[in-house]
């Protein structure tokens, strides 16, 4: 029988929100264990190791915030890092905190039961090891539970096939070779644009297309990363006033209050500049009025078939079931032009549907093709998805998967009733935006519950049944007139792949980060005493 090992608190997840997690409840003198499935840290940035992964957030304001002096000494190579210089910039995070001796790696948590009796959480990992701990945090992120398409045949292909999200550590020869890429969402869209530089031929299978914007990537200079540093402070103190925490923020006008002139030159501008801007810093109302949001779709419709030099394909490329910006927009380098190519040619599902995989490739309505490889861009179980993939029991062996069948119900989308002592960090019914900020302030505000327990002798935490209704009818009342919850996406909770989410759901937090702040400072400022505390 194996080992029971007691701490204060477990965490799950060695990605951005564990890693800070773990370093500040250590700070407090508590006794933690963080458990992590992959072999290293780095969460999203371990796993995801496919071609183009980068940033689409500003390097520099993606980064922590919490020391200075890691601030001082890490330079940052372009305004938009790829994954292998994110992850070494994690690597040395959890170097440079000696983060890795209370971490324990290839140890996937399979359950975690909450036992009344003695008030603690019951931790087991697929391996067998055990654990026992008062407070169980879990950092399993939004976007953490690839999905496979659900199409027959998947395990017949002969050839190699990965989920992006599941790919290989070691090199994979693209070059010469016969591949597909099935999706066209934002880990597609990476791939897509860097593998048609080096594949023999690449055949694009799409659903449903995204609308996307350009990335506009550059290198950072010794001088420029001296400017930018400089200028951290105020880069910091923007993000907390912004929306949805990035440096770009809704503009006040909207469409309609300027000429038409004004506003085809707005759009050309946030086009030609770097980042989310002409998501998140165009006019106020284009999330709202469909009016408005028709304008911009029109335009942005405009410059993909500048781009696309067929026209057939160009019209494939523009969605026709949702606007510019109701679904998260993926950030490109030369995507469009990637069509333009030779060796790349486009499928669409919705003319011609994957009927099966074959050994040798895949079998479509009207066409069979050969492959060498085949990615599976096909994206997550959103948000709820990394919880359901463990088998978490609250009170009364009560499951937080059944729990939340109907969509997520949480306190500040941190606790939920009925599952004491569990705090999630980053989970659904959070402001999420731009991720790193919304984390140190979700591991700031946890940490201080935890100093709070800590000081007084309490021993159980749990957020009352009133108040997750509050706060659960809160978030669904600030979804309303948002276009992109009229549209199916992860945001929604909808994924076809999965049983039981085909429906909407209310997955996360729509109103601004400072009002999501607010409250959550108001609920600590008057002692926790909203939450139940024994």
């Not at 927009?329 to 669409?348: I, S």
């Amino acid at each position: 029988m194996a080992t029971l090992e007691q701490y204060d608190a477990i965490i799950i997840g060695a990605g951005m929100s564990g890693l800070y997690q773990l370093h500040r409840l250590r700070q407090l003198g508590l006794s933690v264990r963080l458990l992590e499935a992959g072999t290293g840290v780095g969460g999203t940035w371990y796993w995801n190791r496919y071609p183009g992964a980068r940033f689409d957030s500003e390097s520099y304001s993606y980064a922590y915030s919490f020391s200075g002096e890691l601030l001082d000494e890490w330079d940052w190579g372009e305004h938009f890092a790829g994954q292998p210089e994110t992850l070494r910039y994690l690597n040395h995070v959890a170097d440079k905190f000696d983060l890795r001796r209370d971490i324990q790696f290839r140890s996937r948590v399979a359950a975690a039961h909450y036992d009344d009796e003695t008030r603690s959480w019951d931790i087991r990992v697929e391996d067998g090891g055990r654990f026992a701990c008062r407070f169980m945090i879990t950092a399993v992120g939004p976007l953490s539970a690839p999905t496979l398409p659900a199409i027959e045949g998947t395990e017949s292909f002969t050839g190699q096939s990965f989920h992006t999200a599941r790919w290989p550590h070691q090199p994979v020869d693209l070059a010469g070779k016969r591949v597909a890429v099935i999706g066209t969402g934002a880990t597609a869209v990476q791939t897509i644009q860097e593998v048609a530089k080096t594949v023999g031929q690449l055949t694009v299978f799409q659903r449903t297309p995204n609308w996307c914007a350009p990335l506009h990537n550059a290198k950072i200079g010794p001088e420029e990363m001296v400017r930018l540093r400089a200028g951290y402070p105020e880069m910091f103190q923007r993000c907390q006033e912004t929306f949805s925490c990035f440096i770009h923020t809704m503009d006040p006008r909207g469409t309609f209050e300027v000429t038409p002139e004004q506003r085809e030159a707005f759009w050309e501008k946030l086009y030609g500049e770097p980042g989310f801007g002409i998501w998140q810093g165009n006019f106020r109302d284009m999330l709202t009025d469909r009016r408005a949001n028709a304008l911009i779709s029109d335009f942005v419709a405009g410059k993909i078939r500048q781009r696309v030099t067929d026209p057939a394909t160009a019209e494939k490329l523009i969605p026709k079931n949702h606007g510019f910006g109701t679904r998260r927009v993926p950030l490109e380098t030369r995507y469009y032009e990637a069509y333009n190519q030779d060796n790349v040619r486009l499928v669409d599902l919705l003319d011609t549907p994957i009927q099966r995989i074959t050994p040798t490739g895949i079998k479509t309505s009207d066409a069979d093709y050969d492959f060498d490889i085949i990615i599976y861009a096909t994206g997550f179980d959103a948000v709820t998805g990394s919880f359901d993939r463990i088998d978490i029991r609250g009170m009364g062996g009560q499951r937080l998967k059944d729990r939340w069948q109907g969509g997520p119900e949480t306190y500040l989308g941190v606790m939920v009733n009925g599952f004491p002592n569990m705090m999630m960090l980053i989970g659904p019914h959070m402001a999420l935006g731009n991720i790193p900020r919304s984390i140190e302030y979700n591991v700031d505000w946890v940490t201080g519950l935890m100093r709070h327990v800590h000081d007084h002798g309490i021993i159980r935490v749990e957020a009352t049944e009133a108040g997750v209704t509050t706060w659960t009818d809160h978030v669904k009342a600030l979804g309303v007139g948002l276009l992109s919850n009229e549209v199916d996406s992860w945001m929604t909770g909808v994924n076809r792949n999965v049983a039981g989410k085909q429906v909407r759901v209310v997955n996360r937090y729509s109103g601004s980060a400072p009002a999501y702040r607010a409250r959550c400072d108001e609920v600590a400022a008057n002692g926790y005493r909203e939450l139940m505390l024994g």
